[in-house]
């Protein structure tokens, strides 16, 4: 499967986002989606996760300001951003897998990241 993330950009603190990340393929459905982050100096981290049935879970530094959701008949998954802090500056990434991790090892495929910055 190909991914194709965007709805990266420029935003103020307190402001929102909403990314997206588009599957190829007609097997969209049977994988576990998640979104990652990578700051510049630092390791690529988990943000977050959706099972194929919709079941989610988040790091606990986006907890209550971000959300995932899929849409398995458009082949694609989202993540809404909001209350944007400075420290959410990063590239985010989408990635496909078989198995519920937060490790970005445990993913096969990976979209091309879209740049997010949260001014102060």
């Known amino acids: 499967v190909q991914l194709q993330a965007s709805g990266g950009g420029l935003v103020q603190a307190g402001g929102s986002l909403k990314l997206s990340c588009a599957a190829s393929g007609r097997t969209f459905s049977r994988y576990v989606m998640g979104w990652f982050r990578q700051a510049p100096g630092k390791e690529r981290e988990f943000v977050t996760i959706?099972?194929?049935?919709?079941?989610?879970y988040y790091a606990d530094s986006v907890k209550g300001r971000f959300t995932i959701f899929r849409d398995n008949g458009e082949n694609t998954v989202y993540l809404q951003m909001g209350s944007l802090k400075p420290e959410d500056t990063a590239v985010y990434y989408c990635?496909?897998?078989?198995?519920?991790?937060?490790?970005?090892?445990?993913?096969?495929?990976w979209g091309q990241g879209t740049q997010v910055t949260v001014s102060s």
């Open positions: 990635a496909a897998g078989d198995s519920w991790s937060i490790r970005p090892n445990a993913y096969d495929y």
């Open positions: 959706i099972s194929r049935g919709g079941n989610t």
